[in-house]
């Protein structure tokens, strides 16, 4: 251990440094900037290479934390990546776009603020791009199996990624012009720059991982086609049906879901021309849901220049510290400030929207009320109704889990949630066909995609040798101790 005394000596957090308001918000670049490297030593020195380290419980993928801080609070970047790589696929990924339900588990958080765990793993591997410390693993030898991945997301390049280096034929599917599922469509720019999609798209193609794009299983190819061609069949379409809010008013001209505002802008963002694109510019737009994609569309609005910006959700606001039934290490529901909240914006809790306005077809407004808790059920309030003007409302209220997308034509079975029904081992009821990442387990956290997409890789893996070496972080029934 580096600085057995580091935590006794730092006891405060130094996050990373961000760009001023003012100036990111004319632009798509990254809201963060790199830390000091001093800063993250002393951050890293505050790791206690504890007895038990509950981070790996936080973590679905188990990285190796205590270590990985030791060695960049050492300053030996080349050993951290490796240690780091062990575990993660795309730690550029998860050190950017996770929630970080490591640090809530965080032994130091009982009685310090926890360590900056994400902000040193993102560090760790941007050093090792920029000094090309990332290496390609071709597989020594090549098994004559084939394995199709349906869906490039996270879980779906993650499994594609272990297959490929253990000798498999890996194709991966994606109904989109590019590659990327939600890290390339639903991730705006200033969360993470598509460069550390492409860079690390380079290493999987060198590596021998085919990509197959403007290809959509289900009506291109039908599922038994593609289940006929390769070996196996890995379904990593994540859980893309929105949540619909089916009150008045619904069909108006400028009521909008989240997801497909934000396709649009990272495509025109990317370069494309976009026909009649949903543009912010000089509208009052208003987000119903306070999640993680209800921010991404405040940050994308204040950038497209909207005249005001309204969050409203519908239950009431989080707690600033753990509340008593969320005690550590589970991972707390807390009140956050994501980076576009802090670009500006009025943000509502207790707001029950009971009918979207209009005129001649089109948008003028909504109608709210204040929530009220009836027999456990949330309900707008009678003789609290108000109405805030509107030109663009984003329904920002979750997913409900995978487009069926001809699934059952080859003896796939969905659960009571919506999701794809698979055993222990992430096989689906048709034989050879595996279920991974969102699609399998409903909406979740990235950190839960890359993890399945590697535990789901190692199933396929025995399914067509008999036998398996690649690890399995997760197995689909684990839940995050949250939810336990």
Known sequence: ???????????????????????RIMDWKEVQEAQDPDTLKRQAGRCMDCGIPFCHQGCPLGNLIPEWNDLMRRGKGEEAIERLHATNNFPEFTGRLCPAPCESSCVLGINQPAVTIKQIEVSIIDDAFENDWVDTHEPPRLT????????????GLATAQQLTRTGHTVAVYERDDRIGGLLRYGIPDFKMEKEHLERRLRQMRAEGTRFRTGINIGADITWDQLRRRYDAVVVATGATVPRDLPIPGRELNGVHFAMDYLVQSNRTVAGDEVPDRIDAKDKHVVILGGGDTGADCLGTAHRQQAASVTTLAIGKQPPTERAPHQPWPTFPTLFEMASAHEEGGERSFLASTVEFVGDNGVLTGIKVAETDFVDGKRVPKPGTEREIPADLVLLSLGFTGPEPAGL????????????????GYYMTAADGIFAAGDAGRGQSLIVWAIAEGRACAAAVDKYLTGSTRLPAPVAPTDRSIAAL
Do not use: C, I, W, Y
Request: hydrophobic share 30%; charged share 30%.
């Open 144 to 155: 004559g199996q084939t394995v199709a991945v349906v869906g490039s997301g996270p879980a």
């Open 408 to 423: 059952d034509t080859v003896s796939t079975v969905f659960d009571d949630r919506g999701n794809v029904e698979r055993d």
């Open 1 to 23: 251990m580096a600085d057995p005394r580091g935590f006794l000596k730092v006891t405060e957090r130094e996050t990373q440094p961000k760009r001023p308001v003012p100036v």
